[in-house]
């Protein structure tokens, strides 16, 4: 059974930064496309990042420059670290895996720019 499990959100001022950890159970992170989703107030929920391989990711163009996702493969635990972050950054973060053909989302964590 897939689980993953979100955490590190919270309440930070404009400009602040937070990382977002995803702890993942019954699939490797190592092994498989990871990611993550934001879903914000009155708008359709996004991918904000996406690691296919250990040199591959990619990023919505409003994060590029300012958050950056990564992995540890031996903690098999999925990272993303937001610089700069923006009011228009909050919103709910989901963790993203993809096993084989079967997607995974974590329950989510909340993320709060004040300006």
């Known amino acids: 059974q897939v689980q993953l499990v979100e955490s590190g959100g919270g309440l930070v001022q404009a400009g602040g930064s937070l990382r977002l950890t995803c702890a993942a159970s019954?699939?490797?992170?190592?092994?498989?496309?990871m990611g993550w989703y934001r879903q914000t107030p009155g708008k359709r929920r996004e991918l904000v990042a996406i690691?296919?391989?250990?040199?591959?990711?990619n990023y919505v163009d409003s994060v590029k420059g300012r958050f950056t996702i990564s992995r540890d493969a031996a903690k098999n635990t999925v990272y993303l670290q937001m610089n700069s972050l923006k009011p228009e950054d909050t919103g709910v973060y989901s963790c993203?895996?993809?096993?084989?053909?079967?997607?995974?989302w974590g329950q989510g964590t909340q993320v709060t720019v004040s300006s």
């Open positions: 690691m296919l391989s250990e040199h591959m990711t």
């Open positions: 019954g699939m490797r992170v190592s092994d498989n496309p």
């Open positions: 993203y895996g993809l096993d084989g053909t079967q997607p995974y």
